[in-house]
């Protein structure tokens, strides 16, 4: 269907009442054909962004596989666990070496 195009066609404004050309009249986001004086635009806080959840999981995460100090361990690797002594220190085998160790506690003082 075809309109005509209205160039000479009169109107009046939903705000204010004052008369203007059809063709001048802008429609506002809720339906009033206003001039452009009185165009208001619609305000963005009337559109809210919505609201996302928060994250609760890594997806795939990896295990910390850093030792902090103090936290590694010894190998041993022959061991008996059959024989009646085999935790004495003794019996353990010496194929491990460590090098230098250091260590401190502090200071004490006795006062007697």
């Known amino acids: ?25 802008k429609k506002e986001w809720n339906g009033l054909k206003t001039c452009p004086e009185c165009y208001e635009s619609k305000h963005p806080q009337l559109e809210p962004l919505t609201a996302t959840s928060d994250p ?22 022959q061991s008996n666990i059959f024989q009646p002594d085999f935790l004495n220190p003794s019996t353990l085998p010496t194929n491990f070496t460590v090098s230098e160790m250091t260590g401190g506690v502090g200071e004490v003082t006795i006062v007697t």
């Open 1 to 25: 269907m075809a309109y005509a195009l209205g160039k000479f066609a009169r109107a009046l404004c939903d705000r204010c009442g004052f008369e203007y050309k059809l063709n001048e009249l």
């Open 56 to 77: 609760e999981a890594l997806y795939r995460p990896r295990p910390n596989n850093d030792a902090e100090e103090g936290e590694g361990f010894v190998v041993v690797v």
